[in-house]
C-alpha cells in the first residue's frame, strides 16, 4: 500500500488572506469615495442645502407674483393697478408726478 504525503504549500496560505484583503480594500475605497459614498454623501447634502434655499427665494417671487395676478384678475380689476403697470411698461409719467422705481417686478 502506498501513500502518498504532500507537502505543505506555504502559497497556498497566502490566497485566502490576500483574497480577503483585495475584496475589503475594494468595497472600503468605495464606500468613501464610490458615487454613493461618504463623500458623495456630503457633496449631496451641500446641494440639497443650495437647492433649498433657491426654493425658499422661488416660493416667495411665485407668492408675490401670484398676489399680482389676483390683482389683475376680471374679479377685482383695480384702475390703480392697471395705471400702474402700464406706465411702468411703456416707461412714462405725468410731469407732476415723483416716480420711485421698484426693481421688484
Given amino acids: 500500500m502506498w501513500t502518498r504525503h504532500h ?3 506555504k502559497f497556498g496560505r497566502l490566497i485566502l488572506p490576500a483574497v480577503t484583503i483585495a475584496f475589503l480594500s ?3 475605497y468605495h464606500s468613501l469615495h464610490g458615487d454613493y459614498g461618504l463623500r458623495a454623501a456630503q457633496e449631496f447634502e451641500r446641494q440639497r442645502v443650495a437647492r433649498s434655499s433657491e426654493l ?3 416660493v416667495a417671487q ?3 407674483l401670484e398676489k399680482e395676478v389676483g390683482l389683475l384678475s376680471d374679479g377685482s380689476l383695480d384702475e390703480d393697478i392697471i395705471d400702474e403697470k402700464a406706465r411702468y411698461q ?3 409719467s405725468r410731469p407732476d408726478e415723483i416716480v420711485i422705481f421698484n426693481t421688484y417686478f
Fill in 90 to 92: 411703456l416707461n412714462m
Fill in 62 to 64: 411665485r407668492t408675490s
Fill in 26 to 28: 475594494y468595497f472600503g
Fill in 56 to 58: 425658499s427665494v422661488l
Fill in 7 to 9: 507537502k505543505k504549500k
